[in-house]
């Protein structure tokens, strides 16, 4: 997803916007930093003081973008980003590296495993995390054609699959989930957000094996969220299952039950989040191997919806 994340950075970029690191992405920044080397900042390994630098270029008129692993330009500058740019509602896109267990053996200095919870609690934050590198591509491109005010974009670390056809990912809106894959029985919806999108494929696969049929569903923007949608597909389908690679404390499953609040009839007895929990981990490994001890593998998720609809 950070290929698709420069790629469209490069092709739509406009003389206003500034790019800052936090002293990384060099091999993927490169390029990046000898076409636009005026438009380039390295500010280091301080990520406070990057971001109210953004901040500063912000309140210039600049349209500012701060680029880091997920829990670094995030976790580390909270007190600025709430207080400098979202208070101020200015144009600074804080692009996030790694979201979930991407940068797994580092440990849980590297997880960004409450991200979501934190940003979205912002007032003025928009959050988006993208399932695919098109999705990534596209939200990109929409950033930097509009002006946003504040903004969370949770990518993967790299290596993210090419999930959406033209005709699927045309439908692309702020706000509006996609429609990967549709059931016209509507028993099943898998809803997704963020890295997950691959594994809810996959679990749909293998669902399918079982003669079981499913839609897939990719909330590639956590806020806004489009409550109606989301009540919508309660009320058609008899099941719902949702996928996150974050803490189930305020997260996706977390949003789509806020969303629900005072709608009548929605039945929420088949409804299923799969989560991290909350917890800190001692166990190192690659991000699939992590996904598969807590739980969030494709099939570890089939084998428990497996047994909650056969049951």
């Known amino acids: 997803m950070r290929n698709a994340f420069v790629r ?8 206003n916007t500034i790019l800052i690191t936090g002293d990384l992405g060099f091999g993927v920044l490169n390029n990046f930093n000898k076409k636009y080397p005026k438009q380039f900042i390295n500010a280091g ?3 406070q003081n990057l971001t109210g630098i953004a901040a500063g270029l912000a309140l210039e008129g600049k349209k500012v ?3 880091s692993i997920a829990n670094f330009n995030t976790l580390r500058a909270l007190e600025q980003i709430r207080n400098d740019i979202a208070y101020h509602d200015l144009n600074v896109a804080i692009v996030s590296i790694g979201g979930g267990l991407a940068y797994g ?25 993208p399932g695919d590198t098109r999705e990534a591509y596209e939200i990109t491109k929409l950033i930097l054609q509009q002006d946003l005010g504040p903004v969370y974009l949770r990518i993967g670390r790299a290596g993210e699959a090419n999930l959406h056809s033209d005709a699927s990912i045309k439908n692309l809106e702020i706000g509006k989930p996609l429609l990967l894959k549709e059931d016209l029985t509507h028993n099943i919806a898998l809803v997704s957000t963020g890295g997950m ?7 749909s696969e293998l669902l399918f094996e079982i003669s079981e049929s499913s839609s897939i569903f990719s909330f590639h923007t956590l806020k806004p969220i489009d409550e109606q949608m ?4 309660f009320q058609t389908y008899k099941y719902v299952f949702s996928f996150e690679e ?28 799969f989560a991290l929990p909350s917890e800190f981990t001692s166990v190192v490994g690659d991000q699939n191997y992590l996904r598969d001890y807590y739980g969030i593998s494709a099939n570890k998720i089939f084998n428990k919806i497996k047994s909650i609809i056969y049951k």
Do not use: W
């Open 8 to 15: 469209a950075l490069e092709e739509f970029i406009t003389p």
């Open 45 to 47: 390994v301080a990520e």
């Open 65 to 67: 973008i701060t680029y």
């Open 105 to 129: 053996p580092l440990g849980i200095s590297h997880h960004a495993t409450e991200d979501i919870t934190i940003m979205r609690s912002i007032p003025n934050m928009k959050v988006f995390a």
């Open 197 to 203: 999108l691959e594994v809810t494929k996959n679990v």
């Open 230 to 233: 989301v009540a919508n597909i």
């Open 246 to 273: 974050h803490t189930i404390c305020g997260g996706f499953g977390s949003l789509l039950l806020e969303s629900l609040i005072g709608k009548t009839q929605i039945n929420l007895e088949r409804f299923y989040a």
